[in-house]
């Protein structure tokens, strides 16, 4: 059997709308405290997401096997006929007979800031998930752990380590919601670690630690930047990962899922690190340039020659 790519985190229903306008022309600084604001989309869209599938999406269009671990609600089975249909190993999903399926609601502005409201849903119900044994992981290559709750992290981790299964902490959206200890636990047992800009001073200030505190925990430790690009960090070095132009930005949502999705198959195409965060560059654009999380395609020839055109290297 070949070997598996575990994606760990939320299922969701996405539903993404745009602001005609500046988010920062709409709030007063100086009324924060007393906040009542409203605003009027131009468009509402209901789309599937959720981390874990959105990460898995990219992987399979990159001829990679992802399994996902996470949980669903009773509204799941439209998600999971699409899941089945595009070939995404589902096993270890488990659904709540109670709760629906987690939602998202995106709301972007025109300069792509976006402010996003997640309700758990089914992800609160921790009765339900499949919890993986050794022998559940023995095909495992290598996992990511990307936002889900507190418990059913620790647990994964916990378990992952114990079948020495090396894996990628994303925190994102959760960073908040950990304790002190558990961060320092994820992260001091991490292969890798990846953020964007903003989690990272977040997690920096909650542990009152620098930069070169995180880099020494881990391997690597990659920042994502958007339209920047990103900084994979050694602990004696640090590499510049550019961003591919995109055709047109359509929406960012996803974008970081899909570099994730990237990053994991070069590594686990045993790609140097560089490579395979090129790849996630790469991805990542296909990403903003359709709207959704799972709505762009390509075939793998297309990626290659793309690949090729914008880092002068073949894949």
């Known amino acids: 059997m070949s070997k598996v790519i575990l994606v760990s985190g939320s299922i969701a229903y996405d539903f993404i709308m745009k602001y005609d306008g500046l988010f920062k022309n709409a709030i007063l600084k100086n009324h924060l405290s007393n906040l009542n604001i409203a605003f009027t989309t131009s468009t509402r869209e209901m789309n599937f997401g959720g981390c874990s599938p959105n990460i898995a999406y990219g992987i ?121 200890e558990d961060l320092l636990f994820l992260l001091k047992n991490a292969e890798g670690f990846i953020a964007n800009e903003y989690e990272i001073k977040l997690i920096r200030k909650r542990l009152g630690i620098g930069l070169q505190n995180i880099v020494a925990m881990v391997d690597y430790f990659i920042e994502t930047r958007g339209e920047e690009g990103a900084i994979l960090r050694f602990k004696e070095s640090k590499v510049i990962i550019p961003a591919v132009r995109a055709k047109k930005v359509i929406d960012p949502t996803g974008c970081g899922d899909a570099f994730r999705a990237g990053l994991l198959v070069g590594l686990s195409r045993r790609f140097d690190f560089e490579k395979a965060c090129k790849m996630g560059a790469l991805i990542g654009t296909y990403s903003v340039e359709n709207p959704g999380t799972q709505n762009y395609h390509f075939t793998f020839n297309k990626f290659s020659k793309r690949f090729k055109e914008n880092f002068q290297e073949a894949l």
């Open 60 to 180: 399979k269009l990159l001829g990679g096997d992802p399994v996902i671990h996470g949980v669903a609600g009773k509204d799941f089975k439209e998600y999971e006929d699409r899941l089945h249909n595009l070939y995404i190993n589902t096993q270890y999903i488990g659904v709540s007979k109670e709760l629906f399926t987690a939602s998202a609601h995106i709301l972007t502005d025109k300069k792509e800031n976006q402010i996003t409201i997640f309700s758990p849903g089914a992800m609160s119900d921790l009765n339900c998930d499949k919890k993986l044994l050794k022998k559940d992981l023995a095909n495992i290559d290598r996992a990511i752990l990307s936002p889900d709750t507190c418990e059913r992290t620790i647990r994964l981790a916990k378990n992952l380590i114990n079948a020495k299964v090396p894996y990628i902490f994303d925190p994102g959206q959760m960073t908040p919601a950990f304790s002190l």
